[in-house]
């Protein structure tokens, strides 16, 4: 594939074949990364096509041109490689999940998505049965959030958001833990340990990163980099934050609940402690390499579809893939089914406002949105039935064409029929954004984690809410008990020595947060 590429264009000066046709691919690859972002943004107003289904759809034209000039024998510009998904390319993603996401709403919502987004995964992946149930357990949220809002659907958004985090990281440590069993002879011992085993690394990986993420506050709050160079803050948050992720990898922990819960402390302290261009230039980049990544997964995907050498080893029996594709789907409908209205019906019984309990309907658009398979799936994946991104073996290529049908199938279809499904469901409802115009926060938020003092006092567009005393009784003296406990903890304990809202860098002429 590299020569034919090579061919179409002149050589470069002194570069050898292989280091031109790597240039080449790479040049074509970021052109069609531009070609997704335009097209993608002449798409901005139609949010039924929305970038992930426009980067699936040109990569699987991109992959029909490269076919036809390779003579069929490839349909990519690269070979996946699951250490660039995992090192390079998801810790982006999950970190600018935690540091953009509304903390207020995730929090209040903690129990029901820990329900969704852990137990949930087990049960489906007990019905799809272990170490393939952990593959196609692991749901894509990404497609689904660009449809959802955060204001026009708070509840839907905030559950299913946390829900994919919580799920991709439970998918991810499932497979791993499963991987270091032997399941063939299962006894009371061996499922105790596996128990045990998968409890510590879902409770190590969350307490890692939000460590880093408060060493990180605390290093920037004493020091205040600010004073001399911004761009040694801006540098000391993203290396954190990335460093969060490495040392879970390097303990054998999940980087992807390491580096959420690291973004989720950094959010709410280590961005308040650093200058307000900072703040502006993190917000952005985080943003901007989350996109980047998201866009090149689902570009490299819909190439990935057409690759001849896993579809050859099929080709002498296409009603076996078809029946194995079909058999896993039906499986996916089914445990996904199987989890999300028992677990509701039990979230409900916990909540005494009937606001906040989830209704049928609600139930029906997260079991929907849930159905969609992306990256991680297509990872783990090739962990599990490839070397270096190829494979030899009929069994191997007929789940690896089993998991690009479902991706393909499942992002396609369950995406494009999402917005309409919640139009049909939920009809949209005038309702007055809280969401101000004010960047004090990484997503303009109007309260803090769990809701502090400082986040009380909100405008909209320079204009006072509706009902303010209304609004001020419920982040002052929340109804959880959970919250001011919380919140008198972190005001006592944590950001006299973290930082955070309010703080007032110690050094003369250095900027200070605005005051509520």
Excluded at 193 to 213: C, E, Q
Aim: glycine share 6%; proline share 4%; charged share 10%.
């Amino acid at each position: 594939m590299a020569s034919v590429l090579a061919n179409l264009f002149p050589k470069l000066g002194s570069l050898g074949t292989s280091d031109h046709a790597s240039v080449v691919s790479i040049n074509l690859f970021v052109a069609l990364l531009c070609a997704c972002i335009i097209i993608g943004h002449l798409l901005e107003e139609n949010r039924w096509v929305n970038e992930s289904i426009t980067a699936l759809i040109i990569g699987l034209g991109t992959g029909v041109v490269i076919l036809l000039i390779s003579g069929g024998k490839s349909s990519h510009l690269l070979v996946f490689s699951e250490d660039l998904f995992f090192i390079y390319l998801l810790p982006p993603i999950i970190f600018n999940a935690g540091f953009q996401v509304k903390k207020k709403q995730f929090f209040v919502n903690f129990i029901t998505i820990m329900m969704f987004g852990a137990i949930g995964t087990l049960v489906s992946c007990a019905i799809i049965s272990l170490a393939i149930g952990a593959i196609f357990a692991a749901t894509d949220s990404v497609c689904t959030l660009q449809v959802l809002h955060q204001d026009e659907t708070p509840l839907l958004y905030s559950l299913v958001f946390g829900e994919g985090v919580v799920n991709d990281a439970t998918s991810v440590v499932l497979f791993n833990a499963i991987q270091n069993f032997d399941l063939t002879s299962v006894n009371l011992s061996i499922a105790l340990s596996f128990l045990g085993n998968f409890f510590y690394l879902f409770l190590a990986s969350t307490l890692l990163g939000a460590a880093t993420g408060l060493l990180s506050a605390y290093i920037i709050k004493k020091l205040y980099f600010g004073r001399h160079s911004t761009d040694r803050e801006v540098a000391l948050m993203m290396l954190m934050a990335y460093l969060s992720y490495m040392l879970a990898e390097l303990f054998y922990l999940s980087g992807i609940l390491t580096v959420f819960f690291c973004g989720i402390v950094m959010s709410h302290y280590t961005w308040h402690n650093v200058t307000e261009s900072s703040r502006v230039t993190t917000r952005h980049a985080f943003a901007t390499l989350s996109f980047l990544a998201e866009t090149f997964l689902f570009l490299y995907v819909g190439m990935d579809a057409l690759d001849i050498e896993k579809w050859k080893f099929v080709s002498d029996s296409p009603g076996l893939s078809i029946a194995v594709s079909s058999i896993l789907m039906g499986l996916i409908l089914l445990g996904r089914a199987a989890f999300v209205f028992p677990l509701s019906f039990l979230s409900n019984l916990m909540k005494k406002s009937s606001e906040e309990k989830i209704t049928f309907r609600q139930q029906v658009i997260i079991w929907w949105a849930g159905l969609m398979r992306g990256a991680v799936s297509m990872a783990l994946a090739y962990n599990k039935f490839t070397r270096s991104g190829h494979t030899q073996l009929q069994d191997n290529a007929i789940m690896i064409t089993s998991t690009i049908t479902i991706v393909l199938f499942s992002t396609m279809l369950f995406g494009l029929l999402t917005k309409p499904l919640i139009s049909l469901l939920l009809p949209p409802q005038r309702q007055l954004s809280t969401v101000s115009s004010d960047a004090n926060t990484p997503k303009s938020l109007t309260a803090p984690l769990l809701g502090s003092r400082e986040g009380s006092d909100v405008d909209l567009n320079g204009q006072d809410l509706p009902h303010p005393p209304s609004l001020r009784m419920l982040l002052t003296a929340p109804s959880h008990k959970v919250h001011r406990y919380w919140r008198t903890f972190d005001d006592t304990f944590m950001r006299p020595m973290f930082g955070g809202r309010g703080f007032a860098p110690p050094a003369p002429g250095s900027p200070t947060e605005p005051g509520p």
